[in-house]
């Protein structure tokens, strides 16, 4: 597989992903198959994207270092504070309520989920975007991007222990990272046996080990192809046909086992982890291989090169889907403060959901991109 090929199977890969993270935030009926596998294949795609030469230096590092503060930490600052500094008027547009009806009238089963704002004035304003600088908190709009931050230090801690390694062998090197990937999932495992389920979004450093996991698989991965042991493997068309189906199957049969949350730190066992991670990139590897340059293919991989936007811009869609349902079906606007989703709809409206979720942070990307053409 040549360059090219590889990078358009990546793309394709982050498309299929995003457009699974999107359906997954409805709540839909196959959410907890989703979860097995949707996160922890970002975060391996990242790993695998990383190029070892990054730590060859310190100022290779540092440079590398730069780069991901303007490719993660930037977009998570700039989007999080202009949502904090909107929370006014999101209550006045009814993406948020201070409604006290609402709390009653919700049908979810984690209502604790469900929370009512408040109108805030500048200082209280002003504070909440400091929170969103100092990682304290995320607004409720912003909630699905926690895992840029836990990402970004990923990437920078990883970025050094390359650094630290750089004069090791490639054998020792791969040694020294399966090592490394063993005690982040026996830390990871322990977090998640004893109280994954109150772990709250920002405690960042109970997150990083279960991602650094993810990572790590797909560091080694990569080491693993450059070296040609998978080479082979690889090269049996029959082999790559094959994956899809078969890591379907599989995963299915592992979901009665528990699904996955990175967010809480909740990953069932070490072995379930690596399991589902691997089993969910072959899975899409397959797909992605399968698709190639054909029509389909192209399009999820323009969605596969626009995941930040969709990221962060799909809840705000889903709002404008919830006022068109709560209007269709006569549900006070009140409602449209439901979050994510509001949840008693039918299937086919979460399909609309998704639908709006990926294709409207699209159309958003291509108007900016015609745009700065037009300034240029």
């Not at 895992?147 to 062998?169: K, N, P, Q």
């Not at 299915?252 to 949350?261: Q, V």
């Amino acid at each position: 597989m040549d360059s090219k090929a590889r990078n358009n199977n990546i793309d394709i890969i982050k498309g299929i992903a995003i457009i699974l993270m999107v359906y997954g935030h409805t709540f839909g009926v196959a959410r907890d198959f989703i979860y097995l596998f949707h996160m922890p294949v970002f975060i391996f795609v990242s790993g695998y994207c990383f190029n070892k030469a990054h730590g060859a230096s310190l100022q290779q590092a540092e440079e590398y270092f730069f780069s991901r503060v303007r490719r993660l930490l930037v977009p998570y600052m700039g989007f999080n504070i202009v949502y904090a500094i909107l929370n006014n008027v999101f209550i006045s547009l009814n993406f948020y309520t201070d409604n006290g009806a609402f709390k009653q009238d919700v049908v979810f089963i984690q209502k604790a989920a469900q929370t009512l704002m408040e109108r805030k004035g500048i200082k209280a304003l002003v504070v909440d975007a400091y929170e969103v600088l100092t990682l304290k908190s995320i607004p409720q709009m912003g909630s699905a991007s926690w895992f840029l931050i836990v990402l970004f230090l990923v990437c920078v801690i990883h970025c050094f222990v390359e650094y630290a390694i750089r004069r090791l062998s490639s054998r020792a090197r791969s040694a020294v990272l399966c090592g490394l990937l063993v005690a982040n999932l026996l830390i990871a495992f322990a977090i998640s046996n004893g109280f994954a389920g109150d772990a709250p979004v920002a405690d960042r450093h109970l997150q990083m080990f279960g991602v650094y996991s993810c990572y790590l698989m797909g560091v080694l991965s990569r080491s693993f192809v450059e070296d040609g042991m998978l080479d082979k493997l690889i090269a049996k068309k029959w082999v790559v046909v094959c994956a899809g189906p078969v890591a379907f199957a599989v995963l299915l049969g592992l979901l009665p086992f528990g699904t996955l949350e990175l967010s809480k730190s909740s990953i069932v066992n070490p072995v379930f982890l690596v399991a589902t991670t691997f089993l969910g990139m072959a899975m899409l590897a397959s797909v992605a291989e399968d698709l190639g340059n054909n029509f389909l293919g192209r399009w999820l991989t323009f969605i596969g090169k626009h995941t930040m936007s969709i990221l962060f811009l799909h809840i705000l869609a889903f709002k404008l889907v919830s006022i068109g349902y709560c209007m269709a079906v006569g549900k006070p606007m009140y409602m449209v403060a439901s979050w994510p989703v509001i949840f008693d709809a039918p299937e086919y409206v979460l399909i609309i959901y998704t639908v709006v979720g990926v294709a409207l942070p699209l159309l958003v990307d291509v108007m900016v991109d015609k745009l700065k053409a037009i300034r240029a």
